[in-house]
C-alpha cells in the first residue's frame, strides 16, 4: 500500500514531529516501500492465532503497597532543561 | 598482536591477587590501547579516564588488604551508550541527550560494580540501538578493526570493535533484533543474547520492550559465561524480569557435545547468503560432526515474514517508548516554542536523528486509528506462527544452528540510503528475538579477510547448553585467538 504527504503529514502531528517538506518527501517513499514489504504479512492466514505480546508467561507482576524511598527532587531536577523552584517549567498551557 | 587483555580471566584473577600487576596497570593498558587505536576505530562517545583510574586504586587497596574478589575484579569494561550509568553521560548516540547525566545506575551496572570491573567509557551505538551498522550515531560512525573501510555492525557497534581492538577486556551490549550478535559477527567476537526477561532491563533505555535484552560482548565464549554469571537474575525493578534459578555457567563449559541434536534451518542457508558464510558455516558444522554431535537440515517455514513482523512491532513499540522525550524533563529543549505542542515537537524533531524520526513514524502509522489491527495486531499472531516454528524443531533438537548474518560487514556508507536492505541484514537474527530464545555469535573463520559468525540458538533459558557448544567449537578450532591488525 501507498501512503501520500498527507499521511505523512497526519503521522507526524501524532507522533510530535515536525518534518521539513524534504523529510516529508523522503519519509513518503521509504514508509510505502516499507509498508509495501509488510503486506507480505497478509499472504498468511491468523484467523484464530493469539497475538504474542510478549514471549514470558507472566502477567500483572505486583508488588507490595508499601512506602519505599524514592527520587528526591533535587535528584530528579539535575538534569531539567529549565525549572523554577523545584518544577519543570513550560511554556503556558492555559491562556 | 598478543595483549594482556588476551589472558584467560583466571589468569588475571590469579596474577592480579599474587601482585604480579595491579588493576591500575590494567586500566592503563586499555587507555594506552585506546590512545593507539581510536582515532582510527571511534569505539566510544565518552571515556571515564578519571573514574576508572580511581576506581582501579580502589581495588588495588582492595588486594592489599586481602579478603574475596568480585568475579570480574579489576577487569577494564566498555558499557554500551543506552545503558544508564550514575553520574556518567549517558546518550544513546542522540543529540537528544547530549547533556545527559543519568542519577541512578541500571540493574545491570550495579552488578558490574558488585563483580567489580572498571568502567572504562560508554561505547558508541546507532541512535537509540536502532540500526546494523552504527551510521545512525549522532556522534560519529564506528569502523570495523578488521577494516576501517567497513562497518562494526550495531547497532551494538562499538561493544563490539572495542573488544575486537583490545581496548577493553569485555563490553556489554543490548540486542532488540540482532544488535549484540551481528557486530559480534561482524567484528569477530563473541556476543550472547540471553534468554529474554534472563537479565534486569532496568536502566537500560528502551527501544522495543518485548524485545531488549541485555548481553556480554567478549573475545571468548569462556568470558561470555563470567560476565553473564554477573549480571544474569531476577529484579524486581523490572516487571518482564524472569524469576529462575542461575546455574553455573562457566562449569557448565564441559567441552562434550557428544549426542548434541543441531537442527540447522535451511531458510538461513538459502538465497541471498554469501557463499563464503556458508562455507564458513559449513565447515564449523562438520567440526560438530567431527566431535560426535548430529545436524540435519529443519524448516522455520515464517522465517521470510519475521522482518516485516519485526519492523512493525520494533517501531511500534519504539514509537510509544520514545514519547517520553519531550524535552521538559531532561534532554534537549528547543529555543523559543510558540507553546507546550510546538515544545515538544520541536524539541523532537531537533533532538532525533533521521532513522529514529523513521521509525517513529512507522510505529506511530501502524497503531494509528484504521491500521492498528492490519499491521500492529497481524504482526503479534505472526509473531506466535514464528515462535512455534522454533517449539517445534526444539522438539528434536538442542539447539539449532547457522549463520549470525547473510554476509560479512559491508563498506561505511553502501546501504545508508536504502532502510529495506539495510534491514534484512537481520534475517537470521530476528526470527530469535521475536521468539525471545539465547542465542550467540561465535566466530568461525573469515571471508574475503572478514569475519564470519556462527550463530547458535537455544532452548528459552537452556544458556548452557548454548555456550557449552560454543565453548567446544571454539576449542577445537581456535577462529576466536584471530585478532585485526591495527
Same mark, same amino acid.
Given at each position: 500500500?501507498?501512503?501520500?504527504?498527507?499521511?505523512?503529514?497526519?503521522?507526524? #502531528? !501524532?507522533?510530535? +514531529?515536525?518534518? $521539513?517538506?524534504? *523529510?516529508?518527501? %523522503?519519509?513518503?517513499?521509504?514508509?510505502?516501500?516499507?509498508?509495501?514489504?509488510?503486506? #507480505? !504479512?497478509?499472504? +498468511?492466514?491468523? $484467523?484464530?492465532? *493469539?497475538?504474542? %505480546?510478549?514471549?514470558?508467561?507472566?502477567?500483572?507482576?505486583?508488588?507490595?503497597?508499601?512506602?519505599?524511598?524514592?527520587?528526591?527532587?533535587?535528584?530528579?531536577?539535575?538534569?531539567?532543561?529549565?525549572?523554577?523552584?523545584?518544577?519543570?517549567?513550560?511554556?503556558?498551557?492555559?491562556? | 598482536?598478543?595483549?594482556?587483555?588476551?589472558?584467560?580471566?583466571?589468569?588475571?584473577?590469579?596474577?592480579?591477587?599474587?601482585?604480579?600487576?595491579?588493576?591500575?596497570?590494567?586500566?592503563?593498558?586499555?587507555?594506552?590501547?585506546?590512545?593507539?587505536?581510536?582515532?582510527?576505530?571511534?569505539?566510544?562517545?565518552?571515556?571515564?579516564?578519571?573514574?576508572?583510574?580511581?576506581?582501579?586504586?580502589?581495588?588495588?587497596?582492595?588486594?592489599?588488604?586481602?579478603?574475596?574478589?568480585?568475579?570480574?575484579?579489576?577487569?577494564?569494561?566498555?558499557?554500551?551508550?543506552?545503558?544508564?550509568?550514575?553520574?556518567?553521560?549517558?546518550?544513546?548516540?542522540?543529540?537528544?541527550?547530549?547533556?545527559?547525566?543519568?542519577?541512578?545506575?541500571?540493574?545491570?551496572?550495579?552488578?558490574?560494580?558488585?563483580?567489580?570491573?572498571?568502567?572504562?567509557?560508554?561505547?558508541?551505538?546507532?541512535?537509540?540501538?536502532?540500526?546494523?551498522?552504527?551510521?545512525?550515531?549522532?556522534?560519529?560512525?564506528?569502523?570495523?578493526?578488521?577494516?576501517?573501510?567497513?562497518?562494526?555492525?550495531?547497532?551494538?557497534?562499538?561493544?563490539?570493535?572495542?573488544?575486537?581492538?583490545?581496548?577493553?577486556?569485555?563490553?556489554?551490549?543490548?540486542?532488540?533484533?540482532?544488535?549484540?550478535?551481528?557486530?559480534?559477527?561482524?567484528?569477530?567476537?563473541?556476543?550472547?543474547?540471553?534468554?529474554?526477561?534472563?537479565?534486569?532491563?532496568?536502566?537500560?533505555?528502551?527501544?522495543?520492550?518485548?524485545?531488549?535484552?541485555?548481553?556480554?560482548?567478549?573475545?571468548?565464549?569462556?568470558?561470555?559465561?563470567?560476565?553473564?554469571?554477573?549480571?544474569?537474575?531476577?529484579?524486581?525493578?523490572?516487571?518482564?524480569?524472569?524469576?529462575?534459578?542461575?546455574?553455573?555457567?562457566?562449569?557448565?563449559?564441559?567441552?562434550?557435545?557428544?549426542?548434541?541434536?543441531?537442527?540447522?534451518?535451511?531458510?538461513?542457508?538459502?538465497?541471498?547468503?554469501?557463499?563464503?558464510?556458508?562455507?564458513?558455516?559449513?565447515?564449523?558444522?562438520?567440526?560438530?560432526?567431527?566431535?560426535?554431535?548430529?545436524?540435519?537440515?529443519?524448516?522455520?517455514?515464517?522465517?521470510?515474514?519475521?522482518?516485516?513482523?519485526?519492523?512493525?512491532?520494533?517501531?511500534?513499540?519504539?514509537?510509544?517508548?520514545?514519547?517520553?522525550?519531550?524535552?521538559?524533563?531532561?534532554?534537549?529543549?528547543?529555543?523559543?516554542?510558540?507553546?507546550?505542542?510546538?515544545?515538544?515537537?520541536?524539541?523532537?524533531?531537533?533532538?532525533?536523528?533521521?532513522?529514529?524520526?523513521?521509525?517513529?513514524?512507522?510505529?506511530?502509522?501502524?497503531?494509528?486509528?484504521?491500521?492498528?489491527?492490519?499491521?500492529?495486531?497481524?504482526?503479534?499472531?505472526?509473531?506466535?506462527?514464528?515462535?512455534?516454528?522454533?517449539?517445534?524443531?526444539?522438539?528434536?533438537?538442542?539447539?539449532?544452528?547457522?549463520?549470525?548474518?547473510?554476509?560479512?560487514?559491508?563498506?561505511?556508507?553502501?546501504?545508508?540510503?536504502?532502510?529495506?536492505?539495510?534491514?534484512?541484514?537481520?534475517?537470521?537474527?530476528?526470527?530469535?528475538?521475536?521468539?525471545?530464545?539465547?542465542?550467540?555469535?561465535?566466530?568461525?573463520?573469515?571471508?574475503?579477510?572478514?569475519?564470519?559468525?556462527?550463530?547458535?540458538?537455544?532452548?528459552?533459558?537452556?544458556?548452557?547448553?548454548?555456550?557449552?557448544?560454543?565453548?567446544?567449537?571454539?576449542?577445537?578450532?581456535?577462529?576466536?585467538?584471530?585478532?585485526?591488525?591495527?
Amino acid at each position: 500500500m501507498s501512503i501520500t504527504n498527507q499521511d505523512v503529514e497526519h503521522v507526524a #502531528k !501524532l507522533a510530535r +514531529l515536525e518534518l $521539513t517538506a524534504e *523529510e516529508t518527501a %523522503t519519509f513518503t517513499e521509504q514508509l510505502s516501500a516499507i509498508l509495501k514489504y509488510a503486506e #507480505k !504479512l497478509g499472504e +498468511l492466514d491468523t $484467523t484464530g492465532v *493469539e497475538p504474542t %505480546t510478549h514471549v514470558l508467561p507472566i502477567t500483572n507482576v505486583m508488588r507490595e503497597d508499601e512506602v519505599r524511598e524514592s527520587t528526591g527532587n533535587e535528584q530528579a531536577m539535575k538534569n531539567a532543561p529549565d525549572e523554577e523552584e523545584g518544577q519543570f517549567r513550560v511554556p503556558a498551557v492555559l491562556e | 598482536m598478543a595483549s594482556i587483555f588476551d589472558m584467560r580471566l583466571q589468569d588475571v584473577h590469579n596474577k592480579l591477587r599474587d601482585k604480579e600487576f595491579s588493576v591500575s596497570e590494567l586500566v592503563d593498558a586499555a587507555y594506552k590501547r585506546i590512545g593507539g587505536t581510536e582515532t582510527d576505530v571511534k569505539a566510544f562517545i565518552t571515556l571515564d579516564e578519571s573514574g576508572a583510574r580511581a576506581e582501579a586504586a580502589r581495588l588495588d587497596a582492595q588486594i592489599a588488604e586481602g579478603g574475596e574478589l568480585g568475579l570480574l575484579f579489576g577487569l577494564p569494561a566498555g558499557i554500551k551508550d543506552n545503558i544508564v550509568t550514575e553520574g556518567l553521560r549517558t546518550t544513546c548516540a542522540s543529540q537528544f541527550l547530549d547533556n545527559f547525566n543519568p542519577i541512578y545506575d541500571a540493574t545491570v551496572t550495579k552488578k558490574l560494580k558488585q563483580a567489580q570491573s572498571v568502567t572504562i567509557g560508554k561505547l558508541n551505538m546507532d541512535e537509540f540501538a536502532m540500526g546494523g551498522s552504527n551510521e545512525n550515531s549522532s556522534y560519529h560512525a564506528t569502523r570495523n578493526p578488521w577494516n576501517l573501510d567497513h562497518v562494526p555492525g550495531g547497532s551494538s557497534g562499538g561493544s563490539a570493535a572495542t573488544v575486537a581492538a583490545g581496548q577493553v577486556y569485555f563490553s556489554l551490549g543490548s540486542d532488540t533484533g540482532g544488535s549484540i550478535r551481528q557486530p559480534a559477527s561482524y567484528c569477530g567476537v563473541v556476543g550472547l543474547k540471553p534468554t529474554y526477561g534472563l537479565v534486569s532491563r532496568f536502566g537500560l533505555v528502551a527501544f522495543a520492550s518485548s524485545l531488549d535484552q541485555i548481553g556480554p560482548i567478549t573475545k571468548n565464549v569462556e568470558d561470555a559465561a563470567y560476565v553473564l554469571q554477573a549480571i544474569a537474575g531476577y529484579d524486581e525493578l523490572d516487571s518482564t524480569s524472569a524469576n529462575v534459578s542461575i546455574p553455573d555457567y562457566v562449569s557448565a563449559l564441559s567441552g562434550d557435545v557428544r549426542g548434541l541434536r543441531i537442527g540447522v534451518p535451511k531458510e538461513y542457508l538459502g538465497e541471498g547468503i554469501d557463499s563464503g558464510v556458508k562455507e564458513a558455516v559449513l565447515a564449523a558444522l562438520k567440526v560438530y560432526e567431527d566431535l560426535g554431535a548430529t545436524w540435519e537440515e529443519v524448516s522455520l517455514p515464517h522465517t521470510e515474514y519475521a522482518v516485516a513482523t519485526y519492523y512493525l512491532l520494533a517501531s511500534s513499540e519504539a514509537s510509544s517508548n520514545l514519547a517520553r522525550f519531550d524535552g521538559v524533563r531532561y534532554g534537549v529543549r528547543a529555543e523559543n516554542p510558540d507553546n507546550l505542542i510546538d515544545l515538544y515537537r520541536k524539541s523532537r524533531s531537533q533532538g532525533f536523528g533521521p532513522e529514529v524520526k523513521r521509525r517513529i513514524m512507522l510505529g506511530t502509522y501502524a497503531l494509528s486509528s484504521g491500521y492498528y489491527d492490519a499491521y500492529y495486531l497481524k504482526a503479534q499472531q505472526v509473531r506466535t506462527l514464528i515462535k512455534r516454528d522454533f517449539d517445534q524443531v526444539f522438539e528434536r533438537f538442542d539447539l539449532i544452528m547457522g549463520p549470525t548474518a547473510p554476509t560479512t560487514a559491508f563498506r561505511i556508507g553502501e546501504q545508508i540510503g536504502d532502510p529495506l536492505t539495510m534491514y534484512l541484514n537481520d534475517i537470521c537474527t530476528i526470527p530469535v528475538s521475536l521468539a525471545g530464545v539465547p542465542a550467540i555469535s561465535v566466530p568461525c573463520g573469515l571471508a574475503d579477510g572478514l569475519p564470519v559468525g556462527l550463530q547458535i540458538i537455544g532452548k528459552a533459558f537452556d544458556e548452557t547448553t548454548v555456550l557449552r557448544a560454543a565453548h567446544a567449537f571454539e576449542q577445537n578450532t581456535g577462529h576466536h585467538t584471530l585478532r585485526p591488525q591495527l
